[in-house]
């Protein structure tokens, strides 16, 4: 590695030989302007904004200092006459093309550029080529390029047909310094959902995630699509990031396990009668939690799908919930997060709200008070099962608006009460593949689904199988503070599983009496816990207690009677039949 | 010969883990029913031997109610798939004997399934009201 | 001298085969007769009742019963040798358990009396006669036994001291049972005099028992010779030798023929025919209804299978009279 010295506008500094002078020029924060460069790519100055002065021995040179190789000794000056000369011509004639471009009026101002000489052009595109060299050079999908010579150059695909090639990457868009390139979300208006604001193929996945470090999406990473990019690799100075890493199936031997699989929410299309996917504006209580964060797609700004905000919005309780046709049950969490949008909703867009509800279910530390606290706040209760919400209209008022109907059983008359914004509290329910995983554990589920606890009141957090918890609502639906609770339990259970050192085996194994055994070997095959063996050498059968999970169907089985079951032998059995059959 | 005063004695197998706790739930959610089925816990639907199922009618029970996980649950695996394969040979057994198809029965109730208890007993209960007592001759 | 102890044989339902059984000790039985005085034996000897009830009470030592129990005159004759004998033996799979006469407890005296006098096809009985308890002919009076409708075995009637199982009781083990009466060797009362262990333990067709018994398809004698080497069950014969006592010799098995039960269940079992059902099906391979029924298909008939000598002693003893089948 050769060092070498040049002084840029007088500040003398050491650089590696050869490096581009623009690089060097940011590291002693000498600034000069660029439109085709992009750290990503090559330079290959075709711009020529960042053209500057070098001195070099006695030569006088004006150079692109995109990719200009510094060597020992030379001169820099980027603000002389003539540099500032030549880059108001170059703004001039790049304002001749594209004259409305933002990133050129800025520059033209800065270089006092009012009345540029050669018009004002309306084409937007600088021809700079960070878009074609993005696409083949990093991406690797060779969508875009160059075509024609001269006045008649532009960037295309072939044939100037949409390409089959391009993977929607949005790179280009990205690059392009004069934001010419635009992305139009076409999933938004088939779908009528919110984006989801742009979220890059490698993320990390939430502000809380554990541990705090990226992931990569590798159905939409552009190098899984093209072999290409990895500029994040590029890019990592720790060089943490590796695209060959595979999926590792790892056995871990544990001696307890808690099942914490937690719910999904109801799907609100299961309600039809609500317009969810029908109208725009009406939304589940997850989308607006999403909307109210900061960091969301509308940075906390509550708005309609249109962008107003809206004036009047229908909170719709129990969607999915105590309801016949979803889930009989309560979901238990929906009264209080509705409450909480309503007091955000309005917070955030002054709008009049309006709660549709059975009943307040505000059982809770503070919660009560926080249901009146809303009834001081102005917002309307009204106690009824919405019927339907749509958009038809019956008056003046109700036109352009989301007609909600609904019998007010308090007021004891039907009303129709127009919004603009519907949001439909959703309730909980046990995730799809809740059998599927319970019968991993060997726990069972109860009827909605959720995992079945030991005992209700003494011991919510344990299963029927020994070793296995489950915490949360996996369970059954509940709040945090609820869950946390549970979690403590289940992980107090699992630690004094773990620090008892011994496994309490059960009382109820079975035995064989050997004397009676005449190794027919009936009940060898029966015993799923491979607890019964024939013996060769011995040729008898023999059961292994520590085994032996206590079914006793070999003693039902043992046509001998020699196979037996602690505390629930034959003789017992059988004195409790005459038992309860004693007259 | 069913009399009006008849009552019918079921005794009833359930299986610790799914039907017995499902009876269980039926009591805590108060759901009555017939109480003509004295329980008999046995830790699984396997543990039924079929000389249990004779002994109750030899000793005057009018049916038997056999309580198990559903097929694939079992708590010890299998353990219902063999009392379903000892049960259905019983059943062609005890036709021989003159016993009605009625009084004996295998029914899958899981652990959330109070109701199916409920709704079980009070059938075969009715059921057996209109058949009548299992007298064995004893001549 | 003393006098030599005497001993009684008597047949109630039965083929006679019990009476063979004894024949067969061949030259042995001379040693016998030597012993013991026989002063009752219907089949070889012309002693009458009324020379039995003429004895004291308790003057015979030992009183050889076989058969089962399904006639007046048959009852009437056990408690008489009841009385008549210090000690009882259940001689014979039909005393012992009711036997094969015993399934005639699948049945009712009306129906047996209707298969036999007249549904079967060979039949000539235009008059419909039957038997009749009491008849008159010429002014006598004449009367037949009551045929009751249930067989009984003989504990079942009786106090019974000691069971000979077998169908019938293999020459040796009547012998074995004969010497130990002589020398006073018997087990305590109510012993059954062969050991009480299920056959497979002596089967000569142990060793050849798979690793996991599983059945997929069940054969039958009548329709498959069986491989004379490997433990019937794994070939999927029904074969009752787990659910049955052993000291047979295993006689059966050595003709390739798969145990039929005939000695009987184990003390600890209540049940023969219900234990050997639960051990059958519970190696049965499918899981599915379907799949079980069909393979149940295959056992034609399984209480005449499982209960063939047992019926009598069985935990339900009889089909339930009064409900059709």
């Not at chain 1, 949001?423 to 995983?437: F, I, K, Q």
């Amino acid at each position: 590695m050769k060092l070498v010295t040049i002084t840029i506008d007088g500040i003398e500094t050491e650089a590696e030989d050869r490096t581009p002078l623009l690089q060097v020029a940011n590291t002693v924060g000498v600034k000069i302007p660029t439109l085709c460069h992009h750290p990503l790519v090559e330079p290959y100055g075709v711009c020529r904004i960042c053209m500057v002065e070098v001195h070099m021995r006695n030569r006088v040179r004006m150079v692109t200092a995109c990719n200009y190789p510094v060597t020992d000794g030379i001169a820099v000056f980027t603000q002389t006459d003539r540099v500032r000369r030549t880059r108001t011509m170059i703004i001039e004639w790049l304002l001749a093309r594209c004259g409305q471009v933002p990133v050129l009026n800025a520059l033209a101002a800065e270089y006092g550029v009012t009345e540029p000489r050669f018009g004002r052009g309306d084409d937007t595109c600088i021809l700079c080529g960070l878009c074609v060299k993005v696409c083949s050079d990093v991406v690797g999908a060779n969508v875009l390029g160059f075509f024609n010579r001269g006045t008649t150059r532009y960037v295309g695909t072939p044939y100037d047909e949409p390409s089959d090639k391009c993977i929607a990457c949005t790179a280009c868009a990205q690059v392009c310094p004069t934001g010419c390139i635009t992305v139009d979300d076409e999933a938004e208006q088939i779908r009528g959902e919110l984006p989801l604001g742009p979220r890059t193929p490698i993320y990390i996945p939430t502000m809380q995630a554990v541990p705090h470090q990226p992931v990569i999406d590798a159905a939409s990473c552009i190098h899984f699509k093209t072999d290409a990019c990895r500029v994040c690799a590029t890019v990592c100075e720790s060089k943490a990031i590796d695209h060959g890493q595979q999926d590792r199936v790892e056995d871990i031997q544990v001696g307890s396990i808690i099942v914490a699989t937690g719910f999904q929410p109801v799907d609100a299309a299961k309600v039809p009668q609500y317009g969810y996917g029908q109208y725009p504006n009406v939304f589940t209580a997850l989308q607006i939690e999403h909307m109210v964060n900061a960091s969301g797609p509308t940075n906390g700004q509550v708005v309609l799908k249109s962008g107003d905000k809206p004036k009047a919005v229908g909170i719709i309780h129990c969607v999915g919930s105590r309801d016949r046709n979803v889930h009989d049950y309560c979901s238990r969490v929906c009264c209080m997060y509705s409450l909480k949008l309503a007091h955000l909703v309005h917070e955030r867009s002054g709008a009049k709200i309006y709660n549709f509800y059975i009943d307040m279910r505000a059982a809770g530390k503070g919660y009560e008070e926080f249901y009146n606290h809303l009834l001081e706040e102005g917002c309307e209760f009204i106690r009824g099962r919405v019927a339907e919400v749509s958009d038809w209209a019956v008056t003046p008022l109700e036109r352009g608006k989301l007609v909600i109907r609904v019998e007010d059983t308090l007021a004891a008359c039907v009303r129709r009460i127009p919004v603009d914004m519907v949001v439909l509290s959703t309730g909980l329910e046990a995730r799809a593949d809740a059998n599927a995983v319970r019968r991993l554990f060997n726990v069972s589920c109860s009827s909605d689904g959720w995992f079945l606890e030991r005992h209700p009141k003494l011991a919510p957090v344990s299963t029927f199988t020994d070793g296995v918890f489950i915490a949360g609502c996996a369970q059954g639906p509940k709040d945090i503070p609820d869950t946390v609770a549970q979690a403590g339990a289940a992980a107090a259970e699992a630690m004094s599983l773990i620090d008892r050192g011994q496994v309490e085996l059960e009382a109820y194994t079975a035995f064989i009496d050997d004397a009676r055994c005449s190794g027919c070997q009936v009940c060898v095959p029966l015993c799923p816990f491979s607890a019964i063996e024939f013996n060769q050498e011995k040729k008898v059968t023999q059961l292994n207690g520590a085994l032996c999970k206590g079914c006793g169907t070999c003693a039902a089985a043992c046509p001998s009677g020699a196979a037996q079951q602690h505390h629930f032998m034959d003789a017992q059995i059988t004195a409790e039949i005459e038992g309860v059959l004693a007259q | 010969m069913a009399t009006a005063t008849f009552e019918p004695r079921i005794v009833a197998f359930f299986c610790n883990w799914c039907t017995y706790t499902a009876s269980d739930l039926a009591g805590t959610a108060r759901l009555a029913y017939e109480p003509n089925a004295p329980v008999i816990r046995v830790m699984c639907s396997g543990r039924v031997d079929p000389q249990f199922v004779l002994k109750a009618l030899e000793e005057g029970a009018d049916g038997v109610l056999i309580g198990g996980c559903h097929p694939g649950d079992c708590h010890y695996q299998e353990g219902n798939y063999k009392a379903l394969r000892r049960f259905r040979l019983l059943k062609r057994v005890l036709k021989d004997f003159g016993v009605d198809d009625e009084r004996v029965r295998l029914e899958w109730i899981s652990a959330s399934e109070g109701d199916r208890v409920q709704h079980v007993v009070n059938e075969m209960t009715n059921q057996l009201r209109r058949l009548g007592p299992w007298r064995q001759a004893r001549s | 001298m003393a006098a030599k102890p005497k001993v009684a044989f008597y047949w109630c339902a039965s083929c006679g085969g019990c009476e063979e059984a004894v024949v067969d000790l061949n030259e042995t039985i001379l040693t016998v007769v030597d012993a013991v005085d026989i002063v009752l034996w219907p089949v070889a000897m012309d002693f009458k009742k009324h020379d039995v009830e003429a004895m004291p009470d308790q003057s015979i030592a030992v009183a050889f019963i076989n058969g089962a129990v399904r006639m007046s005159e048959q009852e009437e004759w056990v408690h008489l040798l009841r009385r008549k004998a210090q000690t009882v033996v259940a001689f014979g799979s039909c005393a012992h358990l009711g036997g094969i006469p015993g399934l005639a407890n699948l049945n009712t005296r009306r129906e047996v009396f209707d298969t036999c006098y007249a549904d079967v096809p060979s039949l000539q009985n235009p008059a419909a006669t039957r038997p009749q308890g009491t008849s008159v002919q010429d002014h006598l009076t004449l009367t037949l036994p009551e045929f009751f409708d249930t067989v009984k075995a003989l504990d079942q009637v009786v106090g019974v001291d000691y069971y000979l199982p077998g169908c019938a009781p293999p020459a040796d083990l009547i012998w074995g049972a004969i010497q130990a009466i002589l020398a006073g060797t018997l087990p305590p009362k109510g012993a059954v005099l062969s050991p009480n262990k299920a056959a497979c333990d002596v089967c000569p067709r142990k060793d050849s028992k798979p690793e996991r018994l599983e059945i997929a398809e069940v054969k039958r004698v009548a329709t498959h010779i069986a491989d004379p080497d490997t433990c019937f069950l794994a070939q999927g014969f029904v074969c009752m030798g787990p659910a049955t006592r052993g000291g047979c010799g295993s006689r059966c098995v050595e003709g390739n023929m798969p145990c039929r039960g005939c000695f009987g269940p184990m003390d600890e079992v209540s049940d023969q025919g219900a234990k050997f059902l639960s051990a059958f099906a519970s190696v049965l391979a499918p899981k599915d209804e379907a799949g079980i029924d069909r393979l149940l298909d295959q056992v034609p008939d399984p209480t005449g299978t499982f209960y063939r000598f047992s019926l009598p002693t069985s935990l339900l003893r009889r089909r339930r009279i009064g409900v059709p089948v």
